[in-house]
């Protein structure tokens, strides 16, 4: 079965699953994130897979992308994008994820992950400390930002851009503000750790007020990759490097065609019957998008 399947990735997969990645390349933002995937003939504990997907607004089309890597170093960034790319990518605080890497590309940070840092420290089953306080107002600020960002009416990305600025670039600044002002309190480590994280990314945060078209976190790419995480709980490893290049193979194609709205069974059965019955078919009337197979 595992063969079956490495088979198929390299023979019917391998040219929709070249398209796609550069239909990522093209993409104005790209959201990027990893997870970690056993492999039994790496010498290290395991490798990655890296998800790549296009916005759920202002991209020509619905892409979700999976690489595979041995490491989880920043350089697998530019194997997927080229060293060239010049668009936007959202992306958390991970320190791979550097300007260094793509100079000509715009950095945008997710704001989730920084309200997430803040959040913790609010359970109950932790003890209260002091400066709790500072940790609820950050996160009150961010959940009005992200209630007010869902209100937004706008028809392109620079409208949107204008919008944020209109109405959330005031209740950014004062969350900067007020945590700024806490730092020179001396807080306690966890909030120091939580404060210094959102000012290391505060640029990238700023972002948002210039690029519309940069979601205000990864939620969307963190659902794609979540299947994975699934699989990894059932099948626990890939034998070979090879299987784990299969399943990235297999798993972008199968999210691509989740995002266009395909019966994805069907659309798998389109795909091998028309790879096993041609020998050079035409790539882009099979694309998940393609009015064919729409």
Request: charged fraction near 25%.
């Amino acid at each position: 079965m595992a063969r079956g399947v490495i088979e198929a990735g390299e023979r019917f997969g391998q040219k929709i699953y070249e398209r796609l990645r550069q239909e990522i390349k093209a993409a104005p933002v790209v959201q990027l994130d990893e997870t970690p995937f056993q492999v039994l003939d790496l010498d290290q504990s395991h490798g990655y897979f890296w998800s790549a997907c296009s916005t759920e607004e202002f991209s020509p089309h619905q892409v979700s992308y999976f690489h595979y890597a041995p490491s989880r170093s920043g350089k697998v960034i530019t194997e997927i994008l080229g060293d060239d790319f010049s668009g936007g990518i959202m992306c958390d605080g991970f320190s791979g994820y550097s300007n260094n890497r793509l100079p000509e590309a715009y950095w945008g940070t997710c704001l989730v992950h920084i309200n997430r840092q803040f959040k913790r420290l609010l359970d109950p089953k932790i003890t209260r400390f002091q400066g709790q306080s500072i940790a609820s107002d950050a996160v009150r600020i961010l959940a009005k930002v992200f209630h007010i960002e869902k209100r937004l009416k706008y028809s392109s990305a620079s409208e949107k851009a204008a919008q944020r600025r209109q109405h959330l670039k005031a209740m950014i600044d004062d969350f900067y503000q007020l945590i700024e002002e806490a730092l020179t309190k001396s807080p306690l480590k966890p909030l120091r750790n939580a404060i210094k994280n959102a000012l290391k990314l505060k640029k990238r945060v700023y972002q948002m007020f210039r690029h519309g078209e940069l979601p205000l976190h990864n939620n969307h790419n963190e659902q794609l990759i979540r299947p994975t995480t699934l699989v990894r709980k059932n099948s626990l490893f890939a034998k070979s490097t090879a299987g784990a290049k299969a399943n990235a193979i297999w798993y972008s194609i199968v999210q691509t065609a989740k995002l266009n709205h395909l019966d994805v069974f069907k659309y798998l059965e389109t795909l091998l019957n028309a790879f096993t019955k041609r020998e050079t078919p035409e790539i882009e009337a099979y694309l998940p998008w393609a009015r064919e197979i729409q």
